[in-house]
């Protein structure tokens, strides 16, 4: 029904039952975040100013090359739509995988998805027009630059450091996607030639080898001195790593400096390429805290031509909801 | 008198007069590219449609700051339209330094600016208010894109092999330009970790070290072979290396090989960050032909994720008309 009032026919006046119907779709008009992980999709309900009114979560069931996702997807929203009788008048989703700017996913090992026209099949599922898709670390991205580390800012390079090393790049407000999906994928750029052990990609050398959770447990693991505190601990954390650096352990500061460098390098070579205007390092890693921008902002500086010197550098602030904060921000 | 006409208008008829002013001014369009170097400035007269009419160029006057370069640029473009009689619908220029969306240089040593409002200053000189300035390097890229050989492609990295190694870069029929206009500086991302020389720009370890014309040089001499052709010549140019290459000098087919490695491993690097359609190679050292591409391509494809193999490796095709195409691109 509400479709076949073109716009600005208000401006004409109508009987009072299409003055009612309006009013009723006006003050009831939500937008939906949706982070599809390995395990769990979260979900945000959004007021249409941006506002975040509720979350939850529902498991990933990712059998049957994951075929329930987007049903599941679906019939939990519009449970909380009935819930509060309102009109659903947009949905952004990330999904784990490269996503064209059409919404097609080309991949996802996480969901044991191939090919899905993510945007086409919830379009239908819903009857939602307003659907965007994105990849999870360009959304999460998106999301901190508009309510997290990023704000104020228009072009950002976001790294996320977790097992692995996600990325994601706004330029002047929009996501760099890519012809296939791989834009920001910055951690599989390469910042080592001589490493000898391989990537969980098949290469050597990448930044995730050295700047993931699991690249500076390996690097620590690898020269361990005797004399470290870290030798001490049975099965080593990134976390314990940073804490004896913290704590001054010459060892543990060593491997937070290489950290810095491999970090700091593998910036300032996208910096060349980009030329944002800040840094937002997320992840797991990233609760670490200032010691993490204070150990790579001086070998990004380093290591860049003169005018892109002196970038701001800031941590993520919104943890796991950046997912849904960006994926509601592709439709609002 | 012109721009009081809303478009439409001609539909509603109209006197004899304003007939035939517009049939004069609609068969009398021009557009100017221009592309600012630091010996020559180079112009082309273009059709609406597009056509180079006319190649022409004038020295570039460096003295006193470049002051007199703008200047000189609105004289003989307002001479060339006096001699057709026409109207300058648009001026695009390309300069060799950072500039912004808004046409501020913001360094260009070659020509000895400073600080310049190249488009604020063109529009009063010349009277045209359609003015677009560009990066040189961005907007050969945009050229090539255009009418050469990144031709049927939408989004770009081009690399410009000369003294130096210059970087543009097309996403979505767009120059990824940066926030401080040092976007696509290719030449300067890290990709050795273990050099001992200084590049131009102060840091260690950039691609033009390696892969620019002086690059190829300066590691064909470093551990110059005896038994080499090339150890017989005096003063030897890139060129030389490729000739010696391409008879099957051992020495030079690993300065070749090394070339190869550096240039495609940084093609990836750069994959990783903006997922173009296609890579296309320019500058004098791509005058050498396809045993660029044969010696880069292989290092790209061992060097990236799946998602990003086999992309499309090109070389230019328009020289030094490049600037002046991409230029004018930017207004038509």
Not at 152 to 160: K, L, N, P
Not at 272 to 290: N, R, T
Not at 294 to 308: G, H, I, M, S, T
Request: charged share 25%.
């Amino acid at each position: 029904m509400k479709a076949g009032f073109p716009a600005g026919v208000e401006d004409c006046g109508g009987g009072e039952e299409i003055g009612k119907e309006r009013l009723s779709t006006e003050m009831e008009k939500f937008y939906v975040g949706a982070d599809i992980g390995g395990t769990t999709i979260k979900f945000g309900m959004f007021s249409h100013t941006g506002e975040l009114m509720e979350k939850w979560e529902i498991p990933s069931r990712v059998e049957n090359e994951g075929e329930s996702i987007l049903s599941d997807v679906a019939a939990s929203i519009e449970e909380k739509r009935a819930e509060r009788d309102g009109n659903i008048m947009g949905i952004g989703i990330g999904v784990p995988g490269p996503t064209t700017d059409d919404g097609v996913v080309l991949k996802c090992p996480n969901i044991h998805w191939q090919v899905v026209d993510v945007r086409k099949r919830l379009v239908e599922l819903t009857g939602v027009g307003n659907v965007r898709v994105g990849n999870d670390a360009n959304v999460a991205a998106l999301g901190e630059m508009w309510k997290g580390g990023g704000r104020g800012f228009d072009s950002i390079v976001m790294v996320t450091l977790g097992t692995g090393v996600g990325g994601g790049i706004i330029l002047g407000g929009k996501i760099l996607t890519g012809v296939m999906g791989a834009g920001g994928e910055i951690g599989h750029t390469k910042v080592a030639w001589n490493e000898t052990e391989t990537c969980g990609c098949g290469g050597k050398g990448c930044l995730e080898q050295y700047a993931s959770a699991t690249g500076i447990v390996r690097m620590a693991k690898k020269e361990m001195r005797a004399d470290s505190r870290l030798a001490a601990i049975a099965d080593i954390t990134a976390k314990d790593v940073f804490d004896a650096a913290k704590e001054g352990d010459a060892y543990a500061l060593h491997i937070v400096d290489q950290f810095g460098m491999y970090l700091g390098t593998a910036l300032a070579n996208v910096a060349h390429i980009v030329d944002p205007e800040a840094f937002v390092i997320g992840g797991g890693v990233s609760k670490a805290g200032d010691i993490i921008i204070k150990n790579v902002e001086p070998y990004y500086n380093d290591n860049v031509l003169f005018a892109l010197r002196d970038k701001e550098f800031r941590l993520a602030q919104l943890g796991n909801d950046a997912g849904i904060y960006g994926a509601v921000r592709m439709v609002l």
